[in-house]
């Protein structure tokens, strides 16, 4: 017999096994935890998960957890599971969309199937929103404004859609939405404030552990989807390690406190996106 054993935890986590007299312990947590509360605050453990079997067939085991993921675990867009997908995408051809445009993504959607490559989804990628304002883009690196670029989308995607379900085509629209690569001072009133990022952050996270940031982020990324009529949200992350800068923003006393709220925040943005989005697929 056995167990497949899981940690959930989108920040920095361990786990760890000994064994004694023919007795395992497995433990796991957040790497640094050792904080008090303030008032109003709360954490939470990183998600553990425990499958144990018998007898030493490991395909059984194997497919005893595949079964245990799919059917507890697994998101069913319309009931169903994800079933394998055909997608193209032109960032190659348009520096990923600081070069594109409505007419030209239709174009490249129409070219696909003219040719017989019936595609399941359309993937937009990064450089679809302005830089400031209504600047646009030169390269794609400057987010953090999150306003589609109308010069370019004046439909905001829904002609892009409404072309590519016609062909039976979904779309994909790509965000990095808690990464701001911009001075803050230029954004207007409508977009990403000062006090919603990390202060000694390199990187100008947004701090997902501050309700107001994580609640403008949600129903900014939300409009643009329902405007668009995009199928499936993708998220990336381009920071390579988050968790210094989540340290250097710990209060004294509370190690491990910013990224503990830091990680219930992302959580609750994804829990608000399925809300929102019942049947939409992510991609994070």
Known sequence: GGVFFAVGWPGQWRA??????????????????????????????????????????????????????????????????????????TSWMYGEMVGANEANQIDAIKTYHDNGIALDYFWMDAGWYYKTGTQSLDVWLPTGTWYVDESRFPTKFKAISDYAHSKGTKTILWFEPEVVRLDPALFGETSVRKEWLLPNSAT???????????????????????????????QDYGVASPASEW??????????????????GYLWFLDGIIARFPDMMIDA
């Open 204 to 234: 100008k996270l947004i701090d997902y552990g501050n309700p107001e940031a994580r609640e403008w982020l949600l129903n900014r990324v939300c409009t643009i989807l329902e405007e668009g009529d995009v199928d499936l949200y993708r």
């Open 16 to 89: 760890g096994f000994d064994s004694w007299n023919g007795n395992l312990r497995m433990y796991d947590g957040q790497v640094k935890l050792d904080t008090y509360l303030r008032p109003g605050q709360t954490i939470r453990t990183p998600l553990s998960s425990f499958l144990f079997y018998n007898g030493s067939d490991n395909d059984r085991a194997t497919n005893l957890w595949r079964k245990f993921y799919i059917d507890c675990n697994m998101r069913k867009p319309g009931g169903e599971t994800f079933e394998p997908a055909v997608a193209a995408v």
């Open 247 to 264: 340290q250097s923003n710990d209060p004294a006393g509370q190690i491990g406190i910013t990224e503990n709220l830091y990680v219930q």
